[in-house]
C-alpha cells in the first residue's frame, strides 16, 4: 500500500532552518501538499502541487521535490511556527493519503 | 472568503450510526469535491471521502460499506453518515473542501469530536 514516511520529530532554534522530508514510493509520480496542525485547530493548507504556497502563507514556507522524497523548508523559523506537519499525496487507487505528521518544536 | 461550519451527535454508543453535517458559506459549491476527514485522539488524518455535486463520490476502501457522503446542493451542506460504529471510529471529524483541478485541502471546518463509547 502506498505510505508516506515523515521523521516524528525535529527540533529547531528560532531564527534557523527547518526542513521536514515525506518520502514513498513512487512519489515522484504524484504531487504532494503540507499541512500545518496546530493544538485544538483544524490543520492548514501550506504547500500544494510540491511546491506553490497557498494563499496568506508567509514566504518563510516553502516546498521542493526530488525523486521520491518532497521537503517542507522553514526559513528563519518563528516560535508560532511549533505545530504538528503533514504531507498529503495521492495513492494509485486515488485515495489521499497522508503522512503520520511530524512534529516541529522550537527550542 | 468561505467558512465551513460543522454539526453533530458527538457521543454515540457502538453499533450505532455517526450523522454528521457541514454548511458552506461563502464561495463557490461547484468547483469543490466536499471532503470529509477524520483524526484519532493524538494520531494522524485519515481521508474518508468526497462528493462532487455531479454526484461524483469517491471513498476510503478502508471503511467499506459503511460510509456515505452527501450534498444537499440548495442548502450548501455535506452530511457523513458512517454505520455500525466501534471505539475505532472515536476520532475528530472534519468537513474540508479540495478543488475539481485538485490544489490541496483549502478550507477546513471547525471539527467535531465524536466519541463511540458503551
Known amino acids: 500500500s502506498f505510505e508516506l514516511k515523515q521523521p516524528p520529530a525535529v527540533s529547531v532554534s528560532p531564527g534557523q532552518t527547518a526542513r521536514i522530508p515525506c518520502s514513498a514510493d513512487a512519489l515522484s509520480d504524484q504531487y504532494s501538499y503540507w499541512y500545518q496542525q496546530k493544538p485544538g485547530q483544524a490543520p492548514v493548507l501550506l504547500i500544494y502541487?510540491?511546491?506553490e504556497r497557498a494563499s496568506d502563507i508567509p514566504a518563510r514556507f516553502s516546498g521542493s521535490s526530488s525523486g521520491t522524497t518532497v521537503t517542507l523548508t522553514i526559513s528563519e523559523v518563528q516560535a508560532e511556527d511549533e505545530a504538528d506537519y503533514y504531507c498529503q499525496s495521492v495513492a494509485k487507487s486515488g485515495v489521499y493519503v497522508f503522512g503520520p505528521g511530524t512534529r516541529v518544536t522550537v527550542l | 472568503q468561505v467558512q465551513l461550519q460543522q454539526w453533530g451527535a458527538g457521543l454515540l454508543k457502538p453499533s450505532e450510526t455517526l450523522s454528521l453535517t457541514c454548511g458552506v458559506n461563502g464561495g463557490s459549491f461547484s468547483d469543490y469535491y466536499w471532503t470529509w476527514i477524520r483524526q484519532p485522539p493524538g494520531k494522524g488524518l485519515e481521508w474518508i471521502g468526497e462528493?462532487?455535486?455531479?454526484?461524483?463520490?469517491r471513498y476510503n476502501p478502508s471503511l467499506g460499506s459503511r460510509v456515505t457522503i452527501s450534498l444537499d446542493t440548495y442548502g450548501r451542506r455535506s452530511s457523513l453518515t458512517l454505520a455500525s460504529v466501534t471505539a475505532a471510529d472515536t476520532a475528530m471529524y472534519y468537513c474540508a473542501r479540495g478543488g475539481v483541478w485538485f490544489e490541496g485541502f483549502d478550507s477546513w471546518g471547525q471539527g467535531i469530536l465524536v466519541t463511540v463509547s458503551s
Open positions: 462528493m462532487h455535486q455531479s454526484g461524483s463520490s
Open positions: 502541487r510540491d511546491s
